[in-house]
């Protein structure tokens, strides 16, 4: 390439930055769901509300006033202001809008997933992330943390959904995750000149390197840090479920995320990188099958959030014994491994007092069936209530949203769905979600 055309690249590539950091930028939540400030006030009445999970206080006929994106007020009986749209709902069960901390919108497994990681571009996959951000959302999760992806296909993603462009939760995401080379989140398990070509700029080796591999996931414009500090069950490589980050470069990605504003997260099956990582300062575990007394110590010494992902672990141990199995020989003797230890993990890390904050890792399993995880969570031990709180007030303080999500407060975001029955007397009920509305705009209701 000649001098002017390296210079062109040049602009280009930064005005290409420039875009996705605005798009980082632009993750508080808002309230438009189309053009801002395009949707009515709302009345919203319901028989039944509960506004704030963390007080467990179920209201009854309360009318839910909406306007301009926002809450303005939880108010006892049904009332109408002048101009307000009623939603009747007086029928139902309302509560704020969950939030799914582990998903990853822009694929889904399936027996063609090796061949669509090397045929699908960036674009393709933001396509599909489009479909599956409308499922998720449509199911009652108007927020998610997509916790590993293309960097162009997430980011861009994250953009139309917070225009309005495309219907879907808000988006926190990490864009792709640090990993080893040879780790969990490289390429593995094709030819040589195949991995080289596929390889993203977020794979590290040393320190140095892995510090610069959180500052180029920053500029980039990943909302949060995510890293693969060990094995992982779905990656073509017999390395196992343990460490693959050495200390000293746990630290330093810890350290230069924090001093960029970023808080990090890590997938982490074994102990022996779950506690590592604690040690080194990091802020929560994604899975954490492997954990033991050690890690609920440093859990709760750092004050560190874990999303256990058992709808993941459920669904790889039916593949990986079901007569259809379609994953690799690696896949499979991992996903025996792992997957059936997770439930109870999750009920040893609440016992403990660990802090949970809703996860599915939906990807893994299906798009749209996220709510499946509540059930889960209650077999583990939590009471409906808990398994709610993981999913609306513990989820947004994870993902640092408290002020804006998680309750239906006056101020907040208007997110909120209804169920028709009793979820904290059958938390299935929320399987069942019949409508969804977010940002006060109405994604989802049962007479349309």
Known sequence: MNGQGMKIR???????????????????????????GAEPSRCIQAGRVLADPASGRVLTNQTITVQGGRVVSVSAGFTQGAGCEVVDLRDSFVLPGLIDSHVHLTSQQNPNGRLEEVTQSSAEQAMVGARYARRTLEAGFTTVGDMGADNDAIFALRTATAKGDVAGPRIVASGSAVSVHGGHADVNGFRGDVMHLLRPESVCSGAEDCRRAVRQQVQAGADVIKI????????????????????????????????????VTAHAHGADGIN????????????????????????KQRGAYL????????????????????????????????????????GRAHRGGVKIAFGTDSGVSAHGDNAGEFALLVRAGMTPLQAIQAATVNAADHLQLAGELGTLAPG???DLIAVRGDPLADVRELERVRFVMKGGAIFKRADR
Do not use: C, W
């Open 412 to 414: 907040k975001a208007a």
């Open 228 to 263: 693969t500090a060990t094995g992982g069950v779905l990656s073509n490589t017999a390395a196992g479920l343990g460490q693959q980050f050495l200390d000293d470069e746990l630290a330093a990605i810890v350290e230069s995320a924090h001093r960029m504003g970023r808080r």
């Open 276 to 299: 590592a990582f604690l040690k080194a300062g990091g802020d929560s575990i994604e899975h954490g099958t492997y954990l033991d007394g050690e890690s609920v110590r440093l859990f």
């Open 307 to 346: 999303v256990p992902t058992l709808m993941a672990g459920d669904f790889v141990a039916r593949i990986a014994n079901g007569p259809n199995n379609f994953f690799t020989p690696a896949q499979t003797a991992k996903a025996r491994e792992a997957g059936p230890k997770m439930l109870d993990m999750a």
């Open 10 to 36: 040049a602009l280009m590539t930064a005005g290409a930055l420039a875009a996705l950091a605005g798009a980082a930028g632009a993750q508080a939540p808002t309230p438009a769901a189309g053009a801002p």
